[in-house]
């Protein structure tokens, strides 16, 4: 069965820094497309970055672009979302999505997602 | 910045029929995803690329993409359809965009 379970969530203080994780089982990760998504409490889902397949495209929100990196290791079947200069509206459950195997498919497969809080 | 605009709630009664629109400029040139996201749960994509129903998905959803305006569709609605809804597109400029999402009552 396909699998994305998150770590790495936590407290952490304004302007601090934390990395999540995305540990993927259950199908051949680096085939396929990935995305982190969030969502702050009782609000909407927001789109924060994509990488590829190979890695070699990279897209980023503007809410977080410069503040936040993607990247992704096939090796181990991780993906991987750097962190850094966080501020309060950072809050959110964070959660990674595969994207299907065909051209322009949607996300079909979410991880249980993993709480960052950002509070002094 | 592209923008999909969607109601923030709708109320039905059990066994009628909800709809659910999601606006934005030029939608009928993109592909629409619908997600479902129960409470306390992760999001469900109910609806691929327009009008596709994802295995496991029953077959009381459907949507339509035409215009500005996608419409998710659910006929004889559940009291376990009750959930937020939210809509997805890709746009060039932006990436991945979602809606705000619609919360579906059903009582």
């Known amino acids: 069965d396909v699998q994305l379970v998150e770590s790495g969530g936590g407290s952490v203080q304004p302007g601090g820094s934390l990395r999540l994780s995305c540990a993927a089982s259950?199908?051949?990760?680096?085939?396929?497309?990935m995305n982190w998504v969030r969502q702050a409490p009782g609000k909407g889902l927001e789109w924060i970055s994509y990488i590829s397949a190979s890695g070699d495209v990279i897209e980023y929100a503007a809410s977080v672009k410069g503040r936040f990196t993607i990247s992704r290791d096939s090796a181990t079947g991780s993906l991987f979302l750097q962190m850094s200069s966080l501020r309060a509206e950072d809050t959110a459950v964070y959660f990674c999505?595969?994207?299907?195997?065909?051209?322009?498919?949607?996300?079909?497969?979410w991880g249980q997602g993993t709480l960052v809080t950002v509070s002094s | 910045s592209y923008e999909l605009t969607q109601p923030p709630s709708l109320s039905v009664s059990p066994g009628q029929t909800a709809s659910i629109a999601c606006s934005g400029d030029g939608l009928e040139s993109k592909y629409t995803y619908w997600y479902q996201q129960k409470a306390g749960q992760s999001p469900v994509m109910v609806i691929n690329k327009d009008t596709k129903r994802p295995s496991g998905i029953p077959d009381r959803f459907s949507a339509t993409n035409s215009g500005n305006t996608a419409t998710l569709t659910i006929s004889g609605t559940q009291t376990l359809d009750e959930a937020d809804y939210y809509c997805?597109?890709?746009?060039?400029?932006?990436?991945?965009?979602f809606g705000g999402g619609t919360k579906l009552t059903v009582l």
């Open positions: 999505a595969r994207e299907g195997n065909d051209v322009q498919d949607g996300f079909d497969f």
């Open positions: 997805q597109a890709w746009d060039s400029k932006t990436a991945w965009v």
């Open positions: 259950g199908f051949t990760f680096s085939l396929y497309e």
